[in-house]
C-alpha cells in the first residue's frame, strides 16, 4: 500500500545544515512536497518537486529527488533556530499521502 | 496565512457530547480536506469533498461525519465524543486549476475532550 516514511527526530547545531529524509512506496507518484509545521499552527508548504526532476533549490532549501530508490530528501542551509518545526514529507499519486513528520530542534 | 480559515480555534467539552468544526476554504477551491492530529497517530487523513460531494475517504470514524455545503465551507462533525478523540483537527484546501494539487492548510481547531 501506500506509505511515506521519516525520522521522528532531529537535532543540529545553530548554522549547520539539516538534512530531513524521507521515503515513499507508490512509484506513480507525481508530485512530492515539503511542509512545515510551526507550534500551534497549521502546515505550511515550503515546496515541492515534480517526479520528473532531481533537484530543487529555492534559497536556503534544496530539495533531492532518488526516483529510483524513492527516497526525498529537504537540505535546509545554515540552520537557524527559527527553522525548529515539524517537517511533512507528502506524495501525491492518486491521493496525497503525508508522513508522520520530522521534529527538528535547532540547538543555539 | 494561507487563505483557509477555521473555527473555533478552542474547543473544550466533555465525553459523549457532539460539536461542530467549521472550515472556509481559500478563494476559489472547490476541494476541502479534513485531517485529525494527534500526538500518538501524527497527521491522519479523515476525507476529502470535492465542490460539495465525498470524494476521498481516510481513517474516519462512524461517530464523525462530514459535509460541504453550496458556498464550498465545510463542517466536521464529532458525536460521541471521547477522550482519545483530543486532537488537533485541520481543515486544507486546494484549487481545481492546481495541477501540483497543493493542499493549503488552515491553523486547526484544538479540541481538548474532559
Known amino acids: 500500500g501506500e506509505d511515506v516514511e521519516q525520522s521522528l527526530f532531529l537535532s543540529v547545531r545553530e548554522g549547520d545544515s539539516s538534512v530531513i529524509n524521507c521515503t515513499y512506496t507508490?512509484?506513480?507518484?507525481?508530485?512530492l512536497y515539503w511542509y512545515k509545521q510551526e507550534p500551534g499552527a497549521g502546515l505550511q508548504l515550503l515546496t515541492y518537486i515534480f517526479s520528473n526532476m532531481d533537484m530543487k533549490q529555492d534559497q536556503r532549501l534544496t530539495v533531492l529527488l532518488n526516483k529510483k530508490d524513492k527516497h526525498l530528501s529537504l537540505r535546509i542551509a545554515d540552520t537557524q533556530t527559527g527553522d525548529s518545526a515539524i517537517y511533512f514529507c507528502?506524495?501525491?499519486?492518486?491521493?496525497?499521502?503525508f508522513g508522520a513528520g520530522t521534529r527538528l530542534f535547532v540547538k543555539a | 496565512d494561507s487563505g483557509v480559515t477555521q473555527t473555533p480555534k478552542h474547543l473544550i467539552t466533555a465525553t459523549g457530547q457532539r460539536v461542530t468544526l467549521r472550515c472556509s476554504p481559500r478563494s476559489g477551491d472547490l476541494s476541502v480536506y479534513w485531517y485529525q492530529q494527534s500526538l500518538d497517530q501524527g497527521l491522519q487523513f479523515l476525507i476529502q469533498y470535492y465542490n460539495g460531494e465525498e470524494r476521498a475517504k481516510g481513517n474516519i470514524l462512524e461517530r464523525f461525519s462530514a459535509q460541504q455545503f453550496p458556498d464550498l465551507h465545510s463542517e466536521l462533525n464529532l458525536s460521541s465524543l471521547e477522550l482519545g478523540d483530543s486532537a488537533l483537527y485541520f481543515c486544507?484546501?486546494?484549487?481545481?486549476?492546481?495541477?501540483?494539487?497543493?493542499?493549503?492548510f488552515g491553523p486547526g481547531t484544538r479540541l481538548t475532550v474532559l
Open positions: 486544507a484546501s486546494s484549487a481545481p486549476w492546481d495541477s501540483t494539487d497543493t493542499q493549503y
Open positions: 507528502a506524495e501525491r499519486a492518486l491521493k496525497t499521502i
Open positions: 507508490d512509484s506513480s507518484s507525481t508530485y
